[in-house]
């Protein structure tokens, strides 16, 4: 972002491919009533060097998570990924970003 503009921004489409950057750099967990995908894709190879960071996400995308988790290190299209609401669907491809 330069000067309040958003600059190299993508359009995720339903044909775009995705996968995650690394299989064990995030983990997700059920915790205090919700699922909390944590993530520290930044952090150094000193043990605990910085605190894991977390997104919310809804328990219904719990399984596409899964999903992402098991197809890995492959490929998948956003379509393919098993969530039927496609609210949800748009919402859940801003996280995996």
Known sequence: MVKGTVLNRVEIGPDVEVKLVR???CRLVAEEGSL?????????????????????????????????????????KV???????????VRFQIVII
Not at 36 to 63: D, W
């Open 79 to 89: 379509e393919d990924i098993p969530i039927k609401d496609q609210e949800l669907k």
């Open 36 to 76: 909390r995908l944590y993530f520290n894709a930044e952090n150094s190879m000193e043990y605990h060097g910085e605190e894991a960071t977390y997104v919310e996400i809804p328990k219904e995308a719990g399984p596409a998570v899964d999903y992402l988790f098991n197809k890995y290190p492959q490929f998948t």
């Open 23 to 25: 299989r064990h750099a």
